[in-house]
């Protein structure tokens, strides 16, 4: 898949130059249920990586018996419980309402989920308090390893085609999803090296500053 993604997005001069500097995609699905995937993308929300992780070793401890905490035990867990680990008070919410919609299954399994377009689960999990469109586009490329999605509204992957192309501002999300058409059906892969760009980018401002 990645040998014909690189094809597909090479036919554009700007874009090989790119996918040529940084080499094959690496890009690879979790295997994950959406249900952690999601959990796990609410304690990430407007935190570090670091801060993050810890927070979730935490949340984790309660459970010493599961892998990864199961809805109804979560849910049976208190409030005061959960705050020392570490959560906010909308992010508590924002789980419990997870839990919620995974015993009822509005949260599909994996494999329910395999017979869900992108446009069915994005409408079905953007419903949840807290998970937006993006999160469930991050859910879909790095959980469930669909190949066609952009996420337009990623501040990085906006960031990464201005640099790439030597614009003076980044384009507007709809501008980006009409351009993004002809990388269809890779998208995804558009999208890993446009943030590698926006990354590289990054890297080089701060060697100058250095």
């Known amino acids: 898949m990645t040998v014909h993604a690189r094809r597909h997005l090479s036919q554009d001069p700007v874009f090989a130059a790119l996918v040529a500097r940084v080499g094959r995609c690496t890009l690879k699905a979790s295997q994950r249920s959406p249900y952690e995937a999601l959990v796990r993308a609410i304690a990430h929300q407007q935190?570090?990586?670091?801060?993050?992780?810890?927070?979730?070793?935490?949340?984790?401890?309660?459970?010493?018996?599961a892998e990864f905490p199961q809805p109804d035990a979560v849910l049976a867990t208190d409030d005061a419980t959960l705050r020392a680990t570490g959560f906010s008070g909308g992010k508590i919410l924002a789980i419990r309402?997870?839990?919620?919609?995974?015993?009822?299954?509005t949260?599909?399994?994996?494999?329910?989920?395999?017979?869900?377009?992108?446009?069915?689960?994005?409408?079905?999990?953007?419903?949840?308090?807290g998970v937006g469109r993006w999160t469930v586009e991050m859910l879909l490329i790095a959980t469930l390893g669909r190949p066609d999605v952009l996420p337009v509204d990623d501040f990085g992957v906006r960031e990464g085609y201005r640099v790439l192309?030597?614009?003076?501002?980044?384009?507007?999300?709809?501008?980006?999803?009409?351009?993004?058409?002809?990388?269809?059906?890779?998208?995804?892969?558009?999208?890993?090296?446009?943030?590698?760009?926006?990354?590289?980018?990054?890297?080089?401002?701060?060697?100058?500053?250095?």
Do not use: N
């Open 107 to 129: 949260v599909p399994s994996r494999r329910a989920a395999g017979r869900l377009s992108d446009a069915e689960l994005i409408e079905r999990l953007t419903v949840i308090r």
């Open 165 to 210: 192309y030597g614009l003076g501002e980044a384009p507007k999300p709809r501008t980006l999803a009409a351009i993004g058409e002809a990388w269809s059906p890779f998208r995804s892969f558009a999208a890993w090296y446009l943030w590698r760009a926006a990354d590289q980018a990054k890297a080089l401002q701060e060697q100058s500053r250095a």
């Open 97 to 105: 309402d997870i839990c919620l919609k995974t015993l009822d299954g």
């Open 47 to 65: 935190l570090h990586g670091r801060a993050a992780q810890a927070i979730l070793a935490r949340f984790m401890a309660l459970y010493p018996d």
